[in-house]
């Protein structure tokens, strides 16, 4: 590939920009979560000159190799987590990023809750759902969402931003993406992350207010290494 992930950068932010045209949405007002798990620090530099300052990662340990020394180069750049989270990561979670679209179970927003308090630090939160309800996927199921939501505000006092979710592969995104509008709207939640490389141009015809964007940035992930 002769183009470079700066170049693609570009072409993303250009498509991004369309959509929100053709669906009538405020132009800015999505934003792109560029994913780099699985490439280096020295693959994502370029992309933050570029000018992208929000990045994505779905795993806690690989982002503490390479975040901390990022981040302090350039301190204007927001991490996402994307994937699941397990309790005893909380605290390491909580210090290294300032958001968090997967919690999905009580023990997860309670851990999150307790680390936010003891670091005082606030991060954005969003709920993922299991919008196929596929028994491998992380996700609160899609009946337990709206009381899932509650707990999270009335019982632990959290702010949340929205919902999350990753729509089965082999299925259209559509409905999934219809499906997330829906119950983020009966809760109040302006907040949507959905949409990826493949289908966040749907994503924001459905709305999205964050898509997710990695290998469409930076190329096909090798997790043979
Ligand atoms: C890897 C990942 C993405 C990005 O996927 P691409 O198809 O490479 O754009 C988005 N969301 C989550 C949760 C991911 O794990």
Known sequence: MSETAADRLSEIWARIAAAEKEARRTPGSVELVAVSKTFEAEDIRPVIEAGQNVFGENRVQEAQKKWPGLKADYPDVELHLIGPLQSNKAKDAVELFDAIHSIDREK??????????????????????????????????????????????????????????????????????????????????????????????????????????????????????
């Open 108 to 225: 997860i927003a309670r851990a999150v809750k307790d680390e936010m308090e003891k670091q005082d630090k606030r991060l954005r939160l969003f709920i993922q759902v299991n919008t196929g309800e596929e028994p491998q996927k992380a996700g609160v199921m899609p009946g337990e969402v709206d009381d899932f939501v509650k707990f999270c505000r009335n019982d632990l006092g959290l702010s949340v931003e929205g919902l999350m979710a990753i729509p089965p592969f082999e299925e259209a995104p559509g409905p999934h993406f219809a499906l997330l509008q829906k119950m983020a709207d009966r809760n109040g939640l302006l907040g949507l992350s959905m949409g990826m490389s493949g289908d966040f141009e749907t994503a924001i015809s459905f709305g999205a207010t964050h898509v997710r964007v990695g290998s469409a940035i930076f190329g096909a992930r090798d997790y043979s290494g």
